[in-house]
């Protein structure tokens, strides 16, 4: 047992360092190629984050654990509000801006919504992975139109912080790139396999191991960027990369995921939807009422996380 959860630790540092390097070389290749800087936040750095949650989906689901590549993308999407906002709003208050609940966070919970439609039978099939996919690509573009027409200097800096220096030489943003993924498939690999044997010794379901470790451990790259963010007084920047990291989660893990090789997932239970659309929902309000989300209802969405988390230890009848 001390082994495998020596390799899950390994395997989630791994992670979170191929991201950061495969984010860094491919941001700098953009620009060194032309592509704007805000396009490439948009795009680029948003994927990049995002890029654990997906790599270890498409792991799971070649293998046929559908529980864990669910349960990374909903537990990603709980952790994103519950742990990430609540120690980011125990830092600072996060203020946010109307552009940001008027057409984000509708869509967060529209992907919610439509992630519940199409696991009404416990499965995505590949169809239901193109949709998911397809509406992916067209939000992806709405955001770069969009963005690309707002001329406040605030939004456009939101837009284009945390994006890398563009390196000294094209040949180290290559390497910087084959090694991210390298680093991000071998990790993967051994924390899938390692993960499924721990939850074998453990008496749990691959779901709660899913929906805790792998999915605390792919979301660390937005950890960091929220913590960071806040830390820097930059509010905005932590709420909205939050938002998009969870219509990631749902339209591109899940979509690709199932596209490339449609999957089942049982033990994905009721109260792992439940929280992830309560979350999605509560967040609207809390913040419309005052555009901000201040330290007492962080330290409120920090309480529901861990209650859902040690519930969802407890029930470990695997």
């Known amino acids: 047992m001390l082994i495998s959860i020596i390799y899950v630790v390994l395997s989630l540092v791994g992670l979170y360092f191929g991201a950061s390097l495969l984010v860094k070389g491919a941001a700098s290749a953009a620009e060194r190629i032309g592509v704007t800087p805000l396009v490439v936040g948009l795009t680029v750095v948003a994927f990049g984050t995002s890029m654990p949650e997906l790599i270890v989906s498409v792991q799971s689901a070649f293998r046929d654990h559908g529980d864990i590549a669910v349960g990374n993308a909903i537990g990603s999407n709980i952790a994103n509000i519950g742990l990430i906002l609540g120690i980011s709003a125990l830092i600072i208050p996060l203020r ?3 552009q940001l609940l008027r057409i984000d966070a ?6 919610v919504i439509l992630f519940y439609v199409v696991f009404l039978d416990e499965r995505i099939n590949r169809w239901e992975g193109i949709i998911l996919f397809l509406l992916l690509i067209a939000y992806t573009i709405f955001r770069i139109y969009r963005s690309m027409r707002e001329k406040r200097s605030e939004i456009l800096t939101e837009f284009m912080t945390g994006i890398p220096r563009i390196t000294s030489h094209w040949g180290i943003d290559v390497l910087l790139i084959i090694t991210g993924f390298g680093l991000l498939i071998l990790s993967s690999h051994f ?13 749990m379901t691959e779901a709660v191991i899913g929906l805790t470790i792998v999915a605390f451990g792919t979301s660390m790259p937005e950890l960091a ?19 998009g990291s969870n219509i990631f989660n749902i339209f591109c893990i899940l979509g690709i995921a199932a596209t490339l090789h449609p999957f089942s997932a049982p033990n994905i239970e009721m109260i792992d939807i439940v929280v992830m659309a309560a979350f999605s929902v509560l967040l609207i309000p809390l913040i419309w009422r005052g555009l901000s989300l201040n330290r007492k209802e962080g330290g409120l969405f920090l309480a529901i996380y861990i209650a859902y988390i040690i519930i969802r230890l407890l029930n470990t009848e695997g």
């Open 96 to 98: 946010t801006s109307k």
């Open 106 to 111: 509708p869509v967060m919970i529209l992907s």
């Open 225 to 243: 960027t929220s913590v960071v963010a806040a830390i820097k007084k930059q509010p905005d920047i932590a709420i909205g990369n939050v938002v």
């Open 191 to 203: 924390l899938v396999r390692e993960s499924v044997d721990l939850a074998r010794m453990l008496g």
